[in-house]
C-alpha cells in the first residue's frame, strides 16, 4: 500500500500566481500541486493535497491525517503559522509527523512573521525556496 502525504494549504494560498509574485513566485496551487504530485510518485508516495481559507479546516484536516494514518503532513498555514495556537495543539494532539513549508522565509520579511506556533511542534521547516519548499519538504518525508 502506497503511504500517504497530507499536504494541507491555508489562507490565500489559493491566489497563488497573482498574490504578491515578487514574495511568493508567478506559479499557481495547481502549478505547485502538478510537481509536488510527479515527484511524489518519483518517490513511491500518494498526496493528499488540499487548501482552506478556514482555520477548522486545517485543524479538521491534521486530525483526519492522524484516523487515516497518513505518512506525514506538509502544512503551509500561511497567516495562521503565525496566530494559531488551534494549529498548534492539533498538531501537538496527533502522532502524524508534521513539516512546516513556506514559499518565502518569514524570518526575512515582517517582524510579526518571524514567530511560528507550527514550529513549535513540527518536526523540521522548510522555508524560502519558492515553490521548491514543498519538494524539499516532501524529499524529507521520503527519508523518514
Avoid at 34 to 61: I, K, P
Wanted: hydrophobic share 45%; charged share 20%.
Amino acid at each position: 500500500m502506497t503511504a500517504t502525504v497530507f499536504l494541507l494549504n491555508g489562507p490565500n494560498l489559493n491566489l497563488l500566481g497573482s498574490r504578491e509574485p515578487d514574495i511568493y513566485g508567478s506559479q499557481t496551487l495547481c502549478d505547485i500541486e502538478a510537481m509536488v504530485r510527479d515527484r511524489a510518485n518519483d518517490l513511491g508516495l500518494a498526496v493528499d493535497f488540499r487548501q482552506s481559507n478556514h482555520e477548522g479546516d486545517l485543524v479538521d484536516w491534521l486530525h483526519e491525517a492522524q484516523r487515516e494514518g497518513a505518512r506525514a503532513v506538509l502544512l503551509n498555514a500561511g497567516a495562521y503559522t503565525h496566530t494559531s495556537i488551534a494549529l498548534l495543539d492539533a498538531i501537538k494532539a496527533i502522532a502524524v509527523p508534521v513539516i512546516e513549508v513556506h514559499l518565502s522565509d518569514p524570518g526575512t520579511r515582517e517582524p510579526f512573521r518571524h514567530h511560528s506556533y507550527v514550529a513549535i511542534a513540527a518536526v523540521a521547516t522548510v522555508q524560502g525556496l519558492g515553490a521548491q519548499s514543498y519538494i524539499v519538504a516532501l524529499e524529507k518525508v521520503a527519508a523518514l
